[in-house]
Every structure is written in structure tokens, then in C-alpha cells.
């Protein structure tokens, strides 16, 4: 008898408490604090980190190059609205090349590059704009927006540590034209737009566009002419061309003949060294899907290619064995 009135003394206090505390949370909107960015320190070669909810994610490297691929997601929780303005197309397989790329490089090197990956569609957040655009309102997506670029800086942070200068890729794909005409070449941005891609080498071998170029450091330290880096026999463009992945900028292909292009979009402008004069340059990769991006063969002998064509880069411009 005395240990059912214990028993039930402790469930009128059980019941109380929980009433209270009902009470108490009902009047409240409790908003999820987020950890300070840089929580997960140290960033160790190896290991992958990842962002609140998983939404970003870091793999460190070992290598002078950082490699983002901003629009490749597919995870579309409930807490993220879906965005109402902008671009919304996914670029498939872009998250499973930039793996590849990753993968090809540890295969034939032993080491990587630094890879910050998109989890989000982006219908719901995209990683390729100001946080305004991107991330439209909503904290969910604003704290994606700032994880992946916090991840980057710190990425150009170790590179400039370990190697002073470096380059970050960023990985697209493009698809038709709106004519409907599919351009199956790569198109490299490099914050140069089509029309003054169609100046002559002349004309365009300057300190004015070099200076708006996501590659003004790039073309400083090596022992080429800016002309020359952009599309000569040694640019990206030309490299990937003599294997196969025709390219714009490049000895065969020096511009766009007025078809679509995209030149680069907010991440070159932001982690490359246009105007600033940041010792990691950038240059944009839109990848047309056939013969780059379709299955996984593709993708594995493409980012084979890739590895071959910047080990020459790198050894020609920076002056760095990779
Ligand atoms: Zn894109």
C-alpha cells in the first residue's frame, strides 16, 4: 500500500512537471543556435566534414587546388522553402564527377584536391550566388550559403599556407541553348564575356582584361603572356582540347562565334583573383553531358584527362610538380 502511494506520488509530480514544461514551451519559439563556423577544427587531411544537416560537405586535400561543385545536390528538405526567383537547374552529375575527379587524382598521385560538395537541389538554396539569391530568406539555407564558402576560404587558407598560390575549379554543366542547339564543347569562364572573347589576341592581351580575369594572378607568375594562358597552346582550353574535350578559349576554339556562354558566376568572382589580385585564380567549368557526364566510365576517363592536362598546367604556369 505505501509503495502505490510512493509510485503515485511520483507520477502526480512526473504529471506536473510535464504540464509546466508543455506550458512553458508553448509561449516560446525555440530557434535552432547554430554552432560557430570553424567548430570542427582542426580541417585534417583524410577526413570529410560536414555542414549542419549535411546539406555541405569538405573533403581537405593535399594538392594546390580547390574543387566546388555547387549545383550537383538533390536533397530537398521541408525546413528549406523552395527558392521563388532565379535559376532552378540541376547540373546532373556534377556532384558524382567532382568525386571522380577527386578519385582519378588519388589513384594516379596519391594525393587530392580539395573538394566542397552542395548537398541542397537548388530549388532549395543555390551555392553559386550572393547569399541574397541563394539562400532567399531562410536561415537553413543562409547557414548552407555560409558553410560552403567558409569551407573554400579555409581550403585557400592551407593552399596559400603550403604552396602560396593556387587554383580553385568550379564545376558546372550546362545543357541546350535556349535555340535549342546543344553546344558539346566545355565552355572555361574566366569573368570574360563572349564579345570581348571575340577580340583579336591583340586587342585582348592587356592589363584591363587581364586585370578583370579570374586568372589576373595565374597569368602574372607564369613565364607566359595572359594571352597565352587564356588560349594559347597551353591554356586549360587547348590542354583538354589535344585530348579530346573540345573547349572555348583554345588555339582551335579562341571564342564562343556568338553562340550561348557562360563566363564565370559569383564563386569565380569570389575565390579567383580578378581585381584583387588573390594568390588562388579560378576558372569556371561548364561540361556539356555527352561524353563527359552521362555514366560513370565518362566520368572516370574524363577526370583522368583532367588530372594529366593539370599536371602540365600546373607544371608550366606555377612551376609546380603536382
Ligand atoms: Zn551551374
Not at 599556407?161 to 593556387?166: A, L
Request: aromatic share 12%; glycine share 8%.
Amino acid at each position: 500500500m505505501n509503495k502505490l502511494l510512493f509510485n503515485s506520488f511520483f507520477l502526480f509530480l512526473f504529471i506536473s512537471c510535464n504540464v509546466d514544461s508543455q506550458e512553458c514551451c508553448d509561449d516560446e519559439i525555440i530557434e535552432e543556435v547554430f554552432q560557430d563556423l570553424g567548430f570542427d577544427k582542426p580541417y585534417t587531411y583524410n577526413n570529410i566534414y560536414y555542414g549542419r544537416n549535411k546539406y555541405i560537405e569538405f573533403h581537405p586535400g593535399s594538392l594546390p587546388l580547390i574543387i566546388a561543385a555547387p549545383h550537383g545536390g538533390d536533397l530537398i528538405p521541408s525546413e528549406i522553402p523552395d527558392r521563388t526567383y532565379g535559376t532552378m537547374v540541376t547540373d546532373s552529375y556534377t556532384k558524382e564527377l567532382t568525386l571522380a575527379i577527386k578519385n582519378a587524382f588519388l589513384s594516379k598521385l596519391g594525393k587530392t584536391p580539395y573538394v566542397i560538395i552542395n548537398n541542397l537541389k537548388r530549388t532549395k538554396f543555390d551555392a553559386n550566388r550572393d547569399s541574397i539569391e541563394g539562400a532567399q530568406g531562410n536561415r537553413y539555407a543562409r547557414r548552407a550559403w555560409e558553410e560552403f564558402h567558409y569551407y573554400i576560404n579555409e581550403s585557400k587558407i592551407m593552399v596559400k599556407q603550403d604552396f602560396t598560390y593556387g587554383l580553385f575549379l568550379d564545376i558546372h554543366g550546362h545543357g541546350a541553348n535556349p535555340d535549342g542547339f546543344y553546344d558539346l564543347r566545355t565552355w572555361l569562364g574566366y569573368l570574360l564575356n563572349k564579345d570581348e572573347l571575340q577580340l583579336s589576341d591583340v586587342e585582348l592581351d592587356n592589363e584591363n582584361y587581364q586585370n578583370k580575369s579570374s586568372i589576373k594572378t595565374l597569368s602574372i607568375i607564369s613565364p607566359e603572356n595572359f594571352i597565352d594562358v587564356l588560349r594559347g597552346n597551353n591554356s586549360l582550353g587547348s590542354l583538354l582540347d589535344s585530348l579530346g574535350y573540345k573547349s572555348v578559349p583554345s588555339v582551335n576554339d579562341p571564342s564562343t562565334n556568338g553562340t550561348h556562354y557562360f563566363s564565370g558566376g559569383y564563386n569565380t568572382k569570389t575565390h579567383g583573383s580578378a581585381i584583387s589580385g588573390s594568390p588562388i585564380s579560378s576558372i569556371q567549368l561548364e561540361l556539356p553531358k555527352p561524353g563527359i557526364r552521362e555514366n560513370s566510365l565518362q566520368r572516370k576517363n574524363y577526370s583522368e584527362s583532367l588530372v594529366i592536362t593539370l599536371q602540365k598546367y600546373f607544371k608550366i604556369h606555377y612551376g609546380i610538380e603536382l
